[in-house]
């Protein structure tokens, strides 16, 4: 009776666990509100910002989870949004071809994913290294170009008439919405997710119950270079510019939402595909919340310290739960 | 009447949804050696981890010397004379074997412009190493470099030089080959004739009662029964253990020697460093192979060579249809399966739960056109490998990490046994389990016998190796030194003779 006591306890615990980060995007959304009103700002501009902000969050992170899932990093992600959608503005402006553009840009996130992921596995690397040389490389070319052919404060940029049709909330909605139900399907419903997950739990048993490292990797980074495709495309239908800035945060961010959304830091079976899609407007949520809250003039500075500090306190406390449920070996 | 070093009072435990201890009371005496025995998940290694400082109690009371002991860690509670030698591994891969032993003291090794005097700590190992027997390692030895009874052997060493008051031994000797185990008696012997004690965990009967003092049951997270020396009788601690008498045979009651006709796999000519020299061996569907030697003798990469997880410099594994075994993945698509010795890093993803360990390797069996995963369909597959492995577990999506190592292992073969692998290799399958789970493996191994599926285990232990074996064969230094046929005549220093 005991027991089983302890054990509807311990479930209780767990689903009030799992919640957590819907009741945080819950609770952040309303202080938004109170904020915003408190303010006399617009609350309608603002939900509008933080949801085109949010939106590119979010598709980039959820393809992102696949390679967090495997207990990697890749701090390239921005580097490469930047890049896929600067060579997408430059394919439009030689060729006046949308299609081709958008050719261009899932060529190119997903060939900058694929090369982190092929050039790690050739050299035997981790591939948190690669992918730090790749966000110096990409954003080093991507600067070069948008200098050279725009100058780097107004960039290079696409008529805005072209994307304007596609700049509303149901296209955007849809968008991230098919995404994430693709993601969602393989993770949870496919070989594929659940080998990932296994992986990213523990590398050698992984290997050794008949997983391929290497494919799976591959797997993993081509997910994550769709995300990347789908942010660069949202982010050129959002702003129709490339700046040497564009982007540039967005490979730090996705590590914070996916850590805000509920996942380990270590990825493995407890990884989460709704991490990055609550993760990600949360964190988006916070940053404006604080943008209203503190001092322009410090804002951005103390914003960051405090996102650090949530993001430390949170690592913390899911590292705490987890270590206490383990029996000594 | 002697005063305790150590007294625990009304100590209670739990983890997650598990009552690991319950109100448990335990006195540890001066110049004893004291065994603890329960089956897997009876409380043994948490009571011993949290007088060691691993863990804290939920609540009750510990003294040591009549004084209130809280260790923090279990560096504090080893400088504070209480230490412990793990359980799993219990060293850090990355560094040298000095730099393991001094892990957090380099301090006391000063070099020039604040850096270490590598060759002072490495000198300092050397000889702590060698205060207890161990001739062959030196302190400069990158860890990653030794296997997993010598790093075992380290640990015994780091804890060892600290002098401690009371050591815990926790179900180490398995892990140990003869001559390592004699280097753990000799120094338990030792720390009981200068005064000290020792807390024993073991899950062999013959080992406890030859080289304990005394004796402690414990049963689902409670203590049963204390046994003095004199009192020390196989059945009664048994009985003591499990609650009830243990029924049906331990090992094969046949003594004949039987398998089928057709080849399941073979291996042909294989060497493999130093480790292997040109071994070929055919295993045979509906057969157990036993393979023994010491710990070195080339058994376990063996083993690993027949699943594909290690190249062979040359020659070949070969199943009976023909197929090359090239890699984990081939020998996965042509069934087989594979126990490691180490389990916690080999054979289970700690992190995961129950469900993910089972299910993953049986995906196939379940998964809907070998892609689609209906979690209805895998809980049926999880449910039924647990139910029949008899897992104790609060329910399927229970953390591997929450259970007791013999569930773990029945986790494992769970698996395996799930996928229908027609060719198991068990590396050390008993190992760090308790007789009631020792006796349903040996039991499910002679089922899955008599199915056809090949059985290679790979073992340290001669009973095990007599008792369940078809054909014995027996390695030295990378060869095989003989083959016995199962007979009733044979005899473990027959068998001995090829070893050494």
């Not at chain 2, 056809?452 to 078809?470: A, F, T, Y």
Request: hydrophobic share 45%.
């Amino acid at each position: 009776m005991e027991q089983e006591a302890i054990l509807r306890k311990y479930k209780l615990r767990q689903r009030l666990i799992d919640l957590l980060p819907l009741a945080a995007l819950a609770a952040l959304f309303a202080i938004l509100c109170i904020t915003v009103q408190s303010k006399g700002y617009r609350l309608d501009m603002y939900l509008k910002i933080i949801f085109n902000e949010g939106v590119v969050l979010a598709v980039v992170a959820t393809g992102a989870v696949f390679i967090y899932t495997l207990g990697s990093f890749d701090i390239s992600l921005g580097a490469s949004t930047l890049f896929s959608a600067t060579l997408g503005v430059m394919t439009y402006n030689a060729t006046g071809s949308l299609p081709l553009m958008i050719l261009v840009i899932f060529g190119v996130a997903v060939g900058c994913s694929l090369l982190s992921s092929v050039l790690a596995s050739v050299f035997h690397i981790p591939v948190f290294v690669t992918t730090v040389a790749m966000m110096s490389v990409l954003s080093a070319i991507a600067a070069q170009i948008i200098t050279t052919n725009g100058g780097a404060v107004g960039g290079i940029s696409i008529p805005s008439a072209l994307v304007k049709p596609l700049d509303n909330m149901g296209f955007k909605i849809a968008v991230l919405a098919i995404f994430w139900l693709i993601c969602f399907f393989v993770f949870d419903f496919t070989k594929i997710g659940r080998k990932q997950k296994f992986l990213g739990g523990n590398p050698v048993c992984a290997q050794l119950t008949g997983i391929q490292v290497n494919k799976y990797a591959i797997i993993a980074f081509v997910m994550a270079g769709i995300g990347v495709g789908l942010g660069a495309f949202l982010t050129l239908v959002y702003t129709p510019s490339v700046t040497a800035t564009t982007a540039g945060s967005i490979g730090m961010n996705i590590i914070v939402a996916i850590v805000f959304g509920g996942m380990p830091i270590s990825g493995g079976p407890r990884s989460r595909i709704y991490s990055a899609l609550v993760g990600g407007f949360s964190y988006i949520l916070l940053n404006n919340i604080l943008k209203l809250v503190i001092d322009s003039n410090i804002g951005y500075g103390v914003s960051q310290i405090v996102s650090a500090v949530f993001f430390l306190a949170v690592v913390y406390v899911t590292g705490l739960n987890y270590r206490s449920q383990m029996l000594p070996r | 009447m002697k005063t305790p070093i150590l007294e625990m009072k009304h100590i209670r435990k739990t983890f997650a949804s598990t009552v690991a201890l319950g109100d448990v009371d335990l006195n540890v005496y001066p110049g004893e050696i004291r065994g603890l025995i329960g089956e897997n998940g009876s409380g043994k290694s948490t009571i011993s981890s949290i007088a060691a400082g691993m863990q804290k109690a939920d609540s009750g009371e510990m003294l040591y010397h009549g004084k209130t002991w809280t260790p923090g860690s279990m560096i504090e509670a080893l400088s504070g004379g209480i230490g412990m030698i793990v359980q799993e591994s219990g060293t850090i891969q990355g560094v040298s074997v000095a730099e393991n032993m001094f892990l957090g003291e380099t301090k006391q090794f000063p070099g020039p412009f604040g850096s270490i005097d590598r060759k002072a700590m490495n000198t300092k190992a050397d000889e702590a190493l060698r205060a207890i027997g161990i001739q062959n390692v030196s302190g400069a030895t990158p860890m990653a470099a030794l296997d997993f009874q010598t790093r075992k052997l380290v640990e015994i060493a780091k804890v060892v030089m600290k002098d401690p008051e009371i050591l815990v031994v926790d179900e180490t000797t398995t892990a140990l080959s003869q001559e390592g185990r004699q280097i753990l008696y000799d120094l338990m012997k030792r720390l009981r004739d200068e005064g000290k004690a020792v807390l024993f965990i073991s899950h062999d009967l013959e080992e406890i009662m030859e080289v304990c003092d005394t004796l402690t049951v414990l049963r689902d997270g409670a203590i049963i029964r204390h046994f003095t020396k004199d009192e020390f009788d196989a059945d009664q601690i048994r009985t003591s253990m499990i609650g009830r008498e243990l029924q049906g045979d331990y090992y094969r009651s046949d003594f004949t020697p039987s398998h089928w006709n057709e080849v399941a796999v073979e291996l042909r000519n294989v060497s493999f460093g130093e480790a292997l020299e040109d071994v070929s061996i055919t295993f045979r569907k509906g057969e157990i192979v036993g393979i023994g030697g010491l710990s070195h003798c080339g058994m376990h990469p063996l083993g690993k060579i027949l699943f594909g997880a290690i190249r062979p410099d040359s020659g070949e594994v070969v199943t009976g249809s023909g197929v090359r075994i090239t890699s984990e993945t081939v020998a996965m698509r042509e069934n087989f399966g594979y126990v490691s010795k180490d389990r916690d890093v080999e054979s289970l993803s700690l992190t995961a739960s129950i469900r993910d360990n089972i299910a993953i390797a049986g995906m196939e069996r379940y998964a809907v056109n070998n892609f689609l995963m209906l979690s209805s369909r895998e809980k049926v597959y999880v449910d039924k490998q647990i139910a029949d492995l008899s897992i104790k577990c609060a329910d399927r999506d229970q953390s591997v990490s929450q259970l007791s190592g013999g569930n773990k292992q029945k986790v494992v073969f769970g698996k395996w046994i799930g996928r229908g692998s027609e060719v198991l290799i068990l590396d050390c399958p008993t190992r760090g389990v308790d007789i009631g789970v020792k006796r349903a493996m040996y039991q499910l191994m002679a089922e899955l016998k008599k199915e056809g599926k090949s059985i290679i285990m790979i073992s340290e232990e001669m009973p095990e190796l007599m008792g369940m074996s078809d054909r014995l064969i027996i390695m030295k230094d990378g060869r095989i030194t003989k083959e016995f046929e199962r007979s009733a005549d044979l005899s473990d220093t027959e068998i001995i003779k090829y070893m050494i």
